[in-house]
């Protein structure tokens, strides 16, 4: 009985101790209007720059999926400031080196789909 008892009590500390740690990283999480206002700024600072809008847009969606895949959202004001400030910690370059690799990767991938796709139609 003793044992029945303790085992319901580490049950419902398990299940108690889940959801704890399910709504402290959803509030963790980074708001989506600010993901969405990193893109938004993101592809007009590409566009700014000349860049083709598919080009802009895959590396921005890119880079906004990888700060909401990444980051949480402390993390993430902490390298908005950093940005603002021009002053990288060494863990921010190499994240924000790493993103730029992925998302021109990923961008080389979509590229190439697309001029596959105009060869398929020819």
């Not at 004001?77 to 921010?92: R, V, W, Y």
């Amino acid at each position: 009985m003793i044992f029945s008892l303790n085992k319901q009590k580490s049950s419902s500390f398990i299940i108690i101790s889940s959801v704890f740690i399910s709504i402290t990283s959803m509030a963790q999480s980074i708001p989506v209007a600010e993901l969405a206002s990193v893109k938004s700024d993101c592809v007009k600072k590409c566009t700014e720059a000349e860049q083709a809008a598919l080009t802009c847009d895959v590396l921005c969606s890119c880079v906004s999926n990888r700060f909401k895949a990444e980051l949480k959202y402390s993390e993430f004001q902490a390298i908005l400031a950093e940005m603002d400030s021009g002053n990288f910690k060494p863990t921010t370059k190499r994240f924000l080196d790493e993103t730029g690799l992925v998302c021109t990767i990923e961008l080389g991938n979509v590229l190439a789909e697309q001029e596959n796709l105009k060869k398929n139609k020819n």
